[in-house]
């Protein structure tokens, strides 16, 4: 248990030093392409996004794991980053939300980039997956796993710190469990205050990349079942998210 903590400090450690170093250097610089409105009409800074992507893939990348372990959260947290960081440049003003919408989309010809987020974060999440388990059913569970997982963070990103605080809640059971939680935990523990603040906010690339690691650190601690649990209760929340998100869209164009 004392080794476990150990490693979880030196990762959270590290996750804090270039979470905070990255966000620093990008506001000292500020690009008006990361600025958005938030809720509530705020000026806000997406620097957070990548900040905490790295951040996040450095403090798994010094965990003392099985260098299979290693690679497959720095690749899961990184594609799933760099995915969710296309959405955030490409598809600021896409007023469509939802897996529904944007493959009726793609059903059209048309491929959105959420349609581009969700099958490369699919993708990611099984390349994870087949380096953390052996059996292709546990692979295509962790995929799922991954995938869902960071498509749950982005669900509960809509209002300032409410991903960071998902990231907290879940991440801490994990922490006895090897330290890959840690990273996530100690990338947001650098971010939420200018969160909460409303001066920057996670965007896409953020919440994908942490709910991604998040979810690499419950497949690495999870057998079968329990990758089949995790899998159906993320499957029940997507799609019940994205019935939300439909209701919410026709209430606006009313």
């Known amino acids: 248990m004392g080794a476990a903590f150990s490693r979880a400090a030196k990762s959270g450690a590290v996750a804090v030093v270039v979470a905070g170093g990255v ?8 690009r008006p392409l990361l600025q958005r409105t938030n809720y509530a009409g705020r000026t806000a800074d997406l620097y957070a996004g990548p900040a905490a992507a ?3 893939a450095a403090g798994a990348a010094v965990l003392p794991l099985p260098a299979r372990t290693r690679c497959a959260a ?11 960081a296309y959405d955030d440049l490409v598809g600021a003003d896409d007023p469509r939300r939802g897996f529904r919408a944007h493959l009726g989309a793609l059903r059209k010809g048309e491929v959105t980039s959420g349609a581009v987020k969700l099958f490369g974060i699919g993708a990611a999440g099984l390349a994870a997956g087949a380096l953390l388990k052996e059996r292709p059913v546990d692979r295509v569970l962790a995929g799922v796993v991954i995938a869902g997982t960071a498509h749950l963070v982005n669900l509960v990103d809509v209002r300032p710190a409410a991903a960071a605080a ?5 991440g801490a059971p994990g922490l006895p469990q ?3 939680a840690a990273a996530p935990m100690g990338a947001v523990a650098a971010l939420v205050a200018d969160d909460l603040g409303e001066r920057t906010m996670l965007g896409d690339t953020g919440v994908h990349a942490l709910g991604a690691a998040l979810g690499v650190a419950i497949v690495a601690g999870r057998g079968r079942a329990g990758l089949a649990a995790h899998a159906a209760g993320l499957v029940v929340a997507a799609a019940y998210g994205d019935r939300i998100s439909r209701l919410v869209r026709v209430a606006a164009d009313r």
């Open 23 to 30: 966000y620093r250097a990008l506001r000292a610089r500020p």
């Open 54 to 56: 790295l951040g996040t």
């Open 74 to 84: 720095v690749l899961a947290v990184l594609a799933a980053g760099g995915c969710g």
């Open 166 to 170: 998902t990231v907290l809640a879940l």
């Open 178 to 180: 090897g330290g890959l």
